[in-house]
């Protein structure tokens, strides 16, 4: 603020004499512009469904035009593909080229993960990605299975059917899961439900993330030291039971000496990556690398009669049609909702954030409702043409967008690429080593323990990092789902506390201005004599309201005590700063009038500085405004503490 | 603010010429001192927790002093006792004499509701109150069994042990519920958790309270009525098909000519009691006077002989022990616990209420964890000495007040009456006619239902409205129980709400000032050309972090677009006023780096305005503070368009 300014002054009552009483307050906090409940209610219901007016580009259009739009708007490819180039598609087509040489081994590996049949693995990225392509409104996220999705339906599937007795059955509800999976992003999407993702908070993804991570690593010491008999839990204890249980005659050396060796070149290859961005390129060829090597070596050598357990069948061709295969009646139909609601959050909340990271990167929007319709609709249609859950991939999408995919064009080149792999090669995977996809999981997991991140929640938040703390243990030591449950738990909890214990802080006036703040946060502020100036940090609520009450009247007998000590001037005015006040219930409004009628009991002012919209409104409504007075009422502290000198000065006068 | 301060020049650009560009800022938004993870836990805790500093009275005192002071927080009758006069003593004796004479009727009435024998309302008004008067720290609570918990406790012990089959267990039962009932609130007083009662708001109690008194009030229809079948549902489809299926010989003429004209005459001396409050004795006395009336008749005209049914047995004497009836082992313990626990809940909630009311108006404070600590040891003694639950009750308070007692002496007093009661006069009541106590708990029951307040709930607050709604039909059509649970769900998804989907408010120039206020509140405002301002009126939370940002890129694209049109300058600053953003978490972080990055790209400049401490000190931890500039975050909204305009000029110049 201005040196030159009288706010210096004004605040001091001496000088207030310097201004004529009848000098009209220039605005005033008057009564707001009365709103019909339906006007509520509509605003409400427009904010939380429709904050980004979908309809908007539709007004006053002829229908011709409404079609073209509405075409557009569920299949954005008629939008952007208007403008495609063959610039465009020689960086689509390269990017497509490279997510298809990282995600054939991927696939592969994430099927074994969900229990399924590899093939299974290569199909989910055959079909999904074509629809997300025509649908979808990311241009960088690379669609296919990811470990955890494949995790989470493993662990969860598994329990219902056991897939190795029943593989047929299992197979089918896997089918179920998925379909469901489908109807409920497409349903979040299509009632605008899609801000519900967001209650799964960045803190609990990176712990959640991280937890699935090791998780999925640990179980794949099965694969890298060759162990036949291995548990279907997910917790950390059991798995590590029966990795060293095995220990004595469960490994077979040769498996690790592949698996090993080939997870070092995964490892060294990631890291030449990360060092020099220009070599993307080579951890995203490395496992495809891995697959040729360690098959021609197994090819060669046989070791596969020495043990080393590899993948033996994969069927050659692409996706049977699947939709006979759906449960939609029996036993099996609830729980393959229940499992495929659960995955299609988890996939969803996956794609979303990828979708976000990227489309912060490169400044475009996409809309969350439309990527869920999208993203549905494609694991509707997959779970029909035999694949299962599909998603955006962190790993390929990031090396999709190193690689300079320009739109979702990217990733029908990566599916014709799988269709030729299914058409032509499949047969050649079968002498895969189960230890080299093994590998491969491991070191595409690794990512997502993303360390830097919790530091820094700790750093910034500590409850978030409780939360995220949270997540992480829940998953490795119970299950996946309970992970997630504890973190949203926290999440809340915290939002909770915070609306029941808000801050009620003491204002002091920062000199030479008319400003008033948290003399915690300005030690230079100092307080008024006669007045006290307290801020509300929060809405006043039910679950607050008593507390905020107790707490001003506290702050009150403080001062007072202070005061008669240092003999000051006897506290004549509470003067409430309104602004983080946002809304009141009525709990709130009767902890006001409780509050007015003890202080007006010890001849002690009540004053309201920059009470909100909504708050005014009802302020008017129950007639609080009549009890405080409407000249109670200030524009701002400044005004009220004016206001306050004006009236001491008079009585003293 | 002031026409002769120079504010309403520097909100100019032209005008920022006025100042050197070397004028040092008086005050500026710096980094909030660096509190530790155990300091901020530490206050967190106090809080919650502590937030009256109860200990506060005990530093540095000798031990001796301690013991007293301690003696003295638990025992407040030793605080207040020292300053007890004769004058006090004489209002007290006349409260307590008119609340035992409505007292003894309610007793009686109300254990029939609990499915109790009569004897057991009074002797829960004999104990507890006179353990209260030493503990508890209101002055004008009447203490004794009240409608509301009496039906609950009826309405889920019934289901357990049938009353009638079985009514010795079924009494062992219901002391079991009361002992767990006072452990409930002597535990929630003990460990400081006083403030969760506060999470059934008011808006929930009205709606609760309404909902119970018609049930209540039906459940009357049986003994009014001379029913003799009655179903022991209390959701009134079925109290009401059991009233009329009995319509044809089920009801009893003499039984409704004594129940109508008796409750006729009660309901005339409350319209006394209520349009003259000197006569407020007269409400007071009524019921008395009805029992004494109505039992001599039943005992002239033996009416009891004509269908008349009569409280028949009421033993005399006063309360036997108990505590070996109490289920410590055995089935029943669970059950007791769980119910103990809901009933203790809500009869607190009814006492802290009628507590908190009373000491508003006299403005005296009372402790609500102290409270919950006196009503649970005055429960746990209660339930070893034959009482059930006894709490605070709305009408004899109320009565108690106007009758101008002091202390909690006049419970001492009333606690006497029903002594002497007891020991002498108690078999007379045995001709009590059933009719007419149903008659004195409907003229009770009432006053719960609050109309008025209703329709200042709708007119205040629509959320609120719902929520008195939900509980008032969830209690009369299906359960007391769900009543209360929807109407907390509702409640704390209003607050999730708000939170999930806060205003993001344009903010304009209250022209002559520096005041920037939200456009809709003060149509005055004007806006600054080239700089756009908003408020995000909410703490910044995962589950709002991505709304916030969408919100704000829309009102950013909305702006440019009506720029264009009306070719205004271009915007090329972002201000976001964060007043009322009390806290941040990381989402909402990450949220601003987004949104910093895609208005970057669109060369708009963001200024944060007056961040709050805590928001501050993540801002620093998390680095962004660099990211935007130090030089970018102000004091206040008119520093940072001083700021916008100055460079506008720069570049204009």
């Known amino acids: ?16 004499r310097r201004r004529p009483e009848s000098l009209p307050q220039l605005h005033s906090v008057g009564r707001p512009v009365k709103q019909t409940i339906w006007q509520e209610l509509g605003h409400t219901f427009k904010e939380t469904f429709f904050p980004d007016d979908p309809l908007k580009s539709f007004k006053d259009q002829p229908p011709s035009k409404k079609f ?10 008629f939008d952007w593909g208007r403008q495609y180039t063959l610039g465009k598609f020689k960086s689509d087509v390269i990017a497509g ?13 994430y099927a074994k993960l969900a229990y399924l049949k590899p093939e299974y693995g290569l199909y989910s990225s055959f079909v999904p990605p074509l629809i997300y392509a025509f649908m979808g409104s990311s241009r960088d996220i690379a669609i296919g299975p990811v470990a955890v999705v494949s995790l989470l339906l493993g662990t969860l599937l598994s329990p219902v059917i056991d897939p190795e007795t029943n593989p047929v059955e299992y197979t089918r509800l896997a089918l179920t899961a998925t379909f469901f999976a489908g109807v409920t992003q497409a349903a979040l999407g299509f009632f605008r439900l899609g801000f519900l993702v967001d209650f799964l908070s960045h803190a609990a993804t990176v712990g959640f993330m991280a937890g699935a991570a090791i998780t999925i690593g640990l179980q794949q010491l ?12 997910t917790d950390i204890i059991s798995v590590l039971e029966s990795v060293f249980s095995q220990a004595q005659h469960g490994w077979n050396w040769q498996t690790i000496a592949i698996g090993v060796s080939f997870l070092i070149f995964l490892l060294v290859a990631k890291y030449i990556g990360k060092k020099n961005k220009k070599l993307f390129w080579v951890p995203a060829m490395a ?27 994969i069927k050659k061709g692409i996706n049977p049609p699947s939709a006979d295969q759906i449960f939609f009646t029996g036993p099996y139909l609830l729980k393959g909702i229940k499992i495929g609601a659960i995955a299609g959050i988890i996939a969803l909340t996956e794609a979303v954030a990828i979708g976000r990271t990227f489309a912060a990167i490169k400044d475009y929007s996409i809309d969350g409702n439309k990527e869920m319709l999208a993203l549905g609709s494609m694991n509707i249609v997959g779970s029909m043409t035999s694949c299962y859950v599909a998603t955006g991939s962190f790993s390929r999408s990031a090396v999709n967008f190193m690689a300079g995919c320009q739109t979702a064009v990217s990733n029908i080149v990566m599916s014709m690429i799988v269709f030729l792999t299914l058409m032509v090669i499949t047969p050649l995977f079968k002498f895969i080593p189960n230890a080299i996809l093994a590998a491969i999981i491991i070191s595409a997991v690794i990512n997502l323990v ?31 789902e309970i992970g997630i449950l504890i973190a949203v738990c926290i999440s809340f909890a915290k939002i909770l506390l915070q609306v029941t214990r808000p801050r009620v802080a003491l204002l002091g006036n ?9 003399i915690q946060q300005y030690p230079a502020a100092s307080t008024i004599p006669g007045a006290l100036i307290v801020r509300v940090d929060s809405s006043i609520y039910f679950s607050n309201s008593n507390y905020v009450k107790d707490r001003t009247l506290r702050w009150l007998a403080d001062e007072e005590e202070l005061n008669r000590e240092s003999n000051l001037p ?20 009767h902890a006001l009038e409780d509050l007015n009628k003890s202080i007006q009991k010890r001849e002690i002012q009540l004053h309201l500085a920059n009470p909100g919209c909504v708050v005014m409104t009802k302020l008017y409504d129950s007639g609080f405004v009549d009890v405080v007075g409407q000249d109670n009422i200030h524009l701002t502290v400044g005004d009220a503490v004016r206001a306050c000198n004006r009236k001491i000065q008079e009585e003293t006068a």
């Open 450 to 480: 993303d360390i830097g991140a919790v530091i820094l929640l700790w750093k910034i938040d500590k409850f978030d990092f409780i939360a995220c703390m949270g997540a992480f243990f829940g998953v490795i030591f119970i299950s996946v």
């Open 287 to 313: 496992p495809l690398t891995c697959v040729i090597l360690s098959t021609l070596i197994v090819f060669v050598t046989r070791a596969d009669k020495h043990g080393v357990q590899i993948v033996k069948h």
């Open 97 to 109: 080229i490279t997510i298809a040489s990282l995600c054939i081994p991927q696939d592969i590996a």
């Open 222 to 233: 099965k694969g890298l030291l060759g162990i036949k008999k291995f548990t279907k839990e």
């Open 1 to 16: 603020m201005s040196r030159i300014g009288d706010e210096n002054i004004v605040t001091s009552a001496a000088s207030s």
């Open 570 to 589: 006897k506290i004549q005015h509470l003067i409430i700063d309104m602004s983080p006040v946002i809304d009141i219930d009525t709990s709130g409004i």
């Open 510 to 518: 920062l000199p030479g201005t008319t400003l008033y703040r948290n």
């Open 68 to 77: 073209v739009l509405g075409l557009r708007a569920v299949f954005p490819i």
